[in-house]
Every structure is written in C-alpha cells, then in structure tokens.
C-alpha cells in the first residue's frame, strides 16, 4: 500500500513514460506531459484533478534538472520526490532489464513508501500552494 496516491515518471529513447500508483497499490497507465509549456501546466490541473490534489510526482534527479515540469509542479503545488539517477538505474538493471519503461515509472513512484530507500531520496515542496485561499 502506498501512503499518497504518486504519478512516477522516467524517461527513456526521447519519450517519457508516466505512471500513477495509487493509495491501494493500483497502476494506471497515463498520458505522458506535453512538450509545449502551456499544455504542461493543463497537464499537472488535470493530474490533480483526476487523482487527488495530494498526488504527487515521483522522478529522477537527471529528470528534474533538465526539464521544467520540476518549477511547473511546484508553481501548482504538487510534492516532487527526487530519485538519484544511480538509485534508479540500479533498479532498473536488477528488476526489468533494458525494457517496459512503464515498470520502472510505477517502481519510481512506489520507492517513497519504502522506508529504507527514502533516506536516499530529496523531496521537493512549495511553500506558495495557490490552490489556497487567501482569508481575509
């Protein structure tokens, strides 16, 4: 079981494949996020619309440098976990081989309930969720 419903990313041949694991350990298969900035950010509304404002994203360290989706995430308030690239290399040798990118996005996404792996992990939050109100 997972503790928050998590979409794991990963990034493989020029395409990125997306993966939402839920709270009862279920993987939904998911249409990755555009190139296109605009259709980015309809992309993360969307995400949380349809899996819960709490989901969070799930990626690797290579990822989140090189692509904007990480500032987009956080800009819309969604928790990032960042997943050093080695870590995640290594899980894909062992468990999958050089193959089903869409096993190695679910398996990103589940790495922060397990307890041991989460001290090797870096979470991302944004201080300014503007999914809140201000009260006057």
Same mark, same amino acid.
């Given at each position: 079981?997972?503790?928050? %419903?998590?979409?794991?990313?990963?990034?493989?041949?020029?395409? %990125?494949?997306?993966?939402?694991v839920d709270t009862e350990g279920r993987c939904q298969r998911i249409a990755p996020?555009?190139?296109d900035e605009s259709e980015r950010w309809d992309w993360l509304s969307s995400l949380a619309a349809e899996h819960g404002l709490d989901v969070e994203l799930a990626l690797t360290e290579s990822m989140a440098r090189s692509d904007s989706l990480l500032h987009l995430a956080q800009q819309n308030g969604i928790q990032i976990w960042l997943i050093p690239d080695?870590?995640?290399?290594?899980?894909r040798y062992v468990a999958f081989g050089h193959q089903r990118g869409h096993w190695v996005a679910a398996l990103?996404?589940?790495i922060p309930d397990a307890g041991a792996w989460r001290a090797h992990l870096r979470r991302q939050v944004s201080n300014d969720d503007p999914r809140q109100m201000l009260l006057l």
């Open positions: 079981m997972n503790e928050r %419903t998590r979409c794991g990313l990963w990034r493989e041949r020029g395409r %990125t494949v997306a993966v939402v996020p555009p190139d080695e870590l995640a290399a290594a899980i990103l996404a589940r």
